[in-house]
Protein backbone atom coordinates (compact mmCIF):
# COMPACT_ATOMS: atom_id res chain seq x y z
CA UNK A 1 0.00 0.00 0.00
CA UNK A 2 0.72 3.83 -0.14
CA UNK A 3 3.32 4.86 2.12
CA UNK A 4 4.51 7.84 3.63
CA UNK A 5 7.96 8.28 5.18
CA UNK A 6 9.49 11.55 6.70
CA UNK A 7 12.51 12.54 8.04
CA UNK A 8 14.43 13.55 10.10
CA UNK A 9 11.99 11.89 12.71
CA UNK A 10 13.42 14.20 15.68
CA UNK A 11 14.90 17.36 15.31
CA UNK A 12 16.33 19.29 17.97
CA UNK A 13 17.41 23.05 17.27
CA UNK A 14 18.64 26.46 19.11
CA UNK A 15 16.38 28.74 18.56
CA UNK A 16 17.26 30.81 15.95
CA UNK A 17 18.29 27.90 13.74
CA UNK A 18 16.37 26.51 10.52
CA UNK A 19 14.74 23.70 10.34
CA UNK A 20 13.79 21.14 7.76
CA UNK A 21 11.78 18.11 7.09
CA UNK A 22 11.82 15.88 4.58
CA UNK A 23 8.59 13.90 3.08
CA UNK A 24 8.82 11.10 0.31
CA UNK A 25 5.71 8.86 -0.92
CA UNK A 26 6.33 5.52 -2.44
CA UNK A 27 3.58 6.63 -5.21
CA UNK A 28 2.73 9.60 -6.74
CA UNK A 29 0.40 12.19 -5.18
CA UNK A 30 -2.10 14.28 -6.47
CA UNK A 31 -1.71 16.67 -3.87
CA UNK A 32 -0.09 17.27 0.06
CA UNK A 33 -0.93 18.46 2.63
CA UNK A 34 0.97 19.78 5.98
CA UNK A 35 0.14 19.40 9.72
CA UNK A 36 1.51 20.94 12.47
CA UNK A 37 0.45 19.37 16.20
CA UNK A 38 1.79 20.74 18.77
CA UNK A 39 2.05 18.15 22.22
CA UNK A 40 -1.11 17.09 23.88
CA UNK A 41 -2.79 18.50 20.54
CA UNK A 42 -4.33 17.62 17.14
CA UNK A 43 -3.03 18.12 13.99
CA UNK A 44 -3.73 21.87 12.35
CA UNK A 45 -4.15 22.35 9.02
CA UNK A 46 -1.24 24.40 7.26
CA UNK A 47 -1.07 24.45 3.51
CA UNK A 48 -1.88 22.68 0.74
CA UNK A 49 0.10 21.66 -2.10
CA UNK A 50 -1.09 21.16 -6.11
CA UNK A 51 1.16 21.23 -8.62
CA UNK A 52 4.11 20.09 -9.65
CA UNK A 53 7.41 21.86 -8.50
CA UNK A 54 5.04 24.12 -6.40
CA UNK A 55 6.50 26.52 -3.34
CA UNK A 56 4.41 28.41 -1.51
CA UNK A 57 5.78 30.59 1.79
CA UNK A 58 4.00 31.42 5.00
CA UNK A 59 5.99 33.77 6.95
CA UNK A 60 9.18 31.74 8.26
CA UNK A 61 7.64 28.83 6.56
CA UNK A 62 8.66 27.36 3.19
CA UNK A 63 6.44 24.13 1.47
CA UNK A 64 7.82 22.36 -1.71
CA UNK A 65 6.22 19.74 -3.89
CA UNK A 66 8.26 17.85 -6.01
CA UNK A 67 8.66 17.69 -9.48
CA UNK A 68 7.38 14.41 -10.03
CA UNK A 69 5.06 14.80 -7.04
CA UNK A 70 6.47 12.14 -4.46
CA UNK A 71 8.01 14.03 -2.36
CA UNK A 72 8.01 17.44 -0.27
CA UNK A 73 9.81 19.38 1.87
CA UNK A 74 9.15 22.13 5.03
CA UNK A 75 11.52 24.63 5.70
CA UNK A 76 11.66 26.96 8.84
CA UNK A 77 13.75 29.89 8.86
CA UNK A 78 14.85 31.02 12.27
CA UNK A 79 13.15 28.59 14.86
CA UNK A 80 11.07 30.27 17.59
CA UNK A 81 9.67 28.25 20.61
CA UNK A 82 6.49 28.51 19.24
CA UNK A 83 7.32 26.35 16.41
CA UNK A 84 7.66 23.25 18.72
CA UNK A 85 5.60 20.09 17.64
CA UNK A 86 5.51 17.51 15.32
CA UNK A 87 4.95 18.45 11.51
CA UNK A 88 3.45 16.14 9.46
CA UNK A 89 2.90 15.46 5.54
CA UNK A 90 -0.13 14.13 4.43
CA UNK A 91 -0.45 13.06 0.95
CA UNK A 92 -3.62 11.69 -1.73
CA UNK A 93 -2.68 9.57 -4.05
CA UNK A 94 -3.33 10.20 -7.22
CA UNK A 95 -6.61 8.44 -8.48
CA UNK A 96 -7.80 8.04 -5.29
CA UNK A 97 -9.02 10.94 -3.76
CA UNK A 98 -10.75 10.06 -0.49
CA UNK A 99 -8.28 9.56 2.28
CA UNK A 100 -5.30 11.62 3.07
CA UNK A 101 -2.02 9.18 3.90
CA UNK A 102 -0.45 10.73 7.11
CA UNK A 103 3.35 10.66 7.56
CA UNK A 104 5.79 9.21 10.14
CA UNK A 105 6.11 13.25 11.53
CA UNK A 106 9.08 15.26 12.49
CA UNK A 107 9.48 16.30 16.28
CA UNK A 108 11.26 19.45 16.43
CA UNK A 109 12.24 20.94 19.96
CA UNK A 110 13.63 24.40 20.22
CA UNK A 111 16.03 24.85 23.27
CA UNK A 112 16.26 28.65 23.93
CA UNK B 1 -17.23 27.62 17.93
CA UNK B 2 -17.88 26.43 14.92
CA UNK B 3 -14.98 23.51 14.08
CA UNK B 4 -14.99 19.81 14.31
CA UNK B 5 -16.50 18.98 17.84
CA UNK B 6 -15.71 15.17 19.76
CA UNK B 7 -17.18 13.62 22.57
CA UNK B 8 -15.75 12.74 25.09
CA UNK B 9 -12.56 14.08 25.28
CA UNK B 10 -11.24 11.46 27.67
CA UNK B 11 -12.81 7.88 28.09
CA UNK B 12 -11.14 5.23 30.49
CA UNK B 13 -12.71 1.99 30.40
CA UNK B 14 -12.14 -1.35 31.41
CA UNK B 15 -11.07 -4.14 28.93
CA UNK B 16 -13.90 -6.12 27.42
CA UNK B 17 -16.69 -3.10 27.74
CA UNK B 18 -18.40 -1.05 24.82
CA UNK B 19 -17.25 2.85 23.99
CA UNK B 20 -18.93 5.03 21.53
CA UNK B 21 -17.17 8.49 20.07
CA UNK B 22 -19.23 10.91 18.49
CA UNK B 23 -18.26 14.08 16.46
CA UNK B 24 -19.91 16.66 15.20
CA UNK B 25 -18.54 17.94 11.79
CA UNK B 26 -18.24 22.03 10.79
CA UNK B 27 -21.78 22.52 9.17
CA UNK B 28 -22.25 21.49 6.02
CA UNK B 29 -18.82 19.67 5.05
CA UNK B 30 -20.16 16.17 3.61
CA UNK B 31 -17.63 14.68 4.62
CA UNK B 32 -16.29 13.02 7.74
CA UNK B 33 -13.62 10.74 8.11
CA UNK B 34 -12.05 8.75 11.63
CA UNK B 35 -8.37 8.82 12.26
CA UNK B 36 -6.55 7.07 15.15
CA UNK B 37 -4.04 7.57 16.24
CA UNK B 38 -1.24 6.51 18.81
CA UNK B 39 2.25 7.97 20.65
CA UNK B 40 4.71 9.20 18.39
CA UNK B 41 3.07 7.90 15.62
CA UNK B 42 1.09 9.82 12.92
CA UNK B 43 -2.94 9.62 12.06
CA UNK B 44 -3.93 6.30 10.56
CA UNK B 45 -6.91 6.06 8.33
CA UNK B 46 -9.82 4.19 9.74
CA UNK B 47 -13.03 5.68 7.44
CA UNK B 48 -14.50 7.85 5.65
CA UNK B 49 -18.60 8.89 4.77
CA UNK B 50 -19.74 11.02 1.97
CA UNK B 51 -22.70 12.33 3.64
CA UNK B 52 -24.92 9.01 5.51
CA UNK B 53 -23.10 6.62 3.69
CA UNK B 54 -19.75 5.12 4.33
CA UNK B 55 -17.92 4.58 1.03
CA UNK B 56 -14.26 3.12 2.87
CA UNK B 57 -13.06 1.10 5.71
CA UNK B 58 -10.00 0.12 6.23
CA UNK B 59 -8.09 -2.73 7.24
CA UNK B 60 -7.51 -1.65 10.80
CA UNK B 61 -11.10 -1.51 11.58
CA UNK B 62 -11.95 -4.96 12.47
CA UNK B 63 -14.89 -6.28 13.18
CA UNK B 64 -15.19 -4.53 16.71
CA UNK B 65 -15.38 -1.48 15.25
CA UNK B 66 -18.77 0.39 13.98
CA UNK B 67 -19.20 3.80 12.78
CA UNK B 68 -22.37 5.35 11.28
CA UNK B 69 -23.14 9.02 10.23
CA UNK B 70 -27.60 8.18 10.24
CA UNK B 71 -28.42 11.69 8.88
CA UNK B 72 -25.72 12.56 6.98
CA UNK B 73 -24.29 14.96 10.47
CA UNK B 74 -22.88 13.59 13.16
CA UNK B 75 -21.31 10.60 13.07
CA UNK B 76 -20.61 7.84 16.03
CA UNK B 77 -17.31 5.12 16.22
CA UNK B 78 -18.23 2.32 18.04
CA UNK B 79 -15.70 0.29 19.85
CA UNK B 80 -16.82 -3.17 21.56
CA UNK B 81 -15.04 -5.46 23.82
CA UNK B 82 -12.55 -3.47 24.21
CA UNK B 83 -8.88 -4.27 24.10
CA UNK B 84 -5.45 -2.61 25.57
CA UNK B 85 -4.48 -2.64 21.97
CA UNK B 86 -7.59 -0.22 21.42
CA UNK B 87 -5.85 2.83 24.17
CA UNK B 88 -5.69 5.56 21.33
CA UNK B 89 -6.64 8.92 20.41
CA UNK B 90 -9.45 8.51 17.96
CA UNK B 91 -9.94 11.55 15.99
CA UNK B 92 -12.36 13.03 13.56
CA UNK B 93 -12.37 15.06 10.36
CA UNK B 94 -14.15 16.70 8.01
CA UNK B 95 -14.13 18.37 4.56
CA UNK B 96 -16.35 19.78 2.26
CA UNK B 97 -15.22 18.08 -0.82
CA UNK B 98 -12.82 15.70 -2.35
CA UNK B 99 -9.48 16.86 -2.27
CA UNK B 100 -10.09 19.47 -0.09
CA UNK B 101 -8.70 20.94 3.09
CA UNK B 102 -9.48 18.86 6.33
CA UNK B 103 -10.53 19.95 9.64
CA UNK B 104 -9.34 17.44 12.35
CA UNK B 105 -11.21 17.68 15.66
CA UNK B 106 -9.41 17.77 19.24
CA UNK B 107 -9.54 14.25 19.36
CA UNK B 108 -11.26 11.12 21.31
CA UNK B 109 -8.41 9.61 24.22
CA UNK B 110 -9.44 6.01 24.57
CA UNK B 111 -7.19 4.34 27.13
CA UNK B 112 -8.23 0.50 28.12
CA UNK B 113 -7.10 -0.77 31.56
Known amino acids: GQQVMQIPQYQHVQEGEDFTTYCNSS?????IQWYKQRPGGHPVFLIQ?????EVKKQKRLTFQFGEAKKNSSLHITATQNTDVGTYFC????????????FGTGTLLAVQP | DTGVSQDPRHKITKRGQNVTFRCDPI?????LYWYRQTLGQGPEFLTYFQNEAQLEKSRLLSDRFSAERPKGSFSTLEIQRTEQGDSAMYLCASSLFSGNTIYFGEGSWLTVV
Open chain 1, 90 to 101: AGLRSGATNKLI
Open chain 2, 27 to 31: SEHNR
Open chain 1, 49 to 53: LVKSG
Open chain 1, 27 to 31: TTLSN
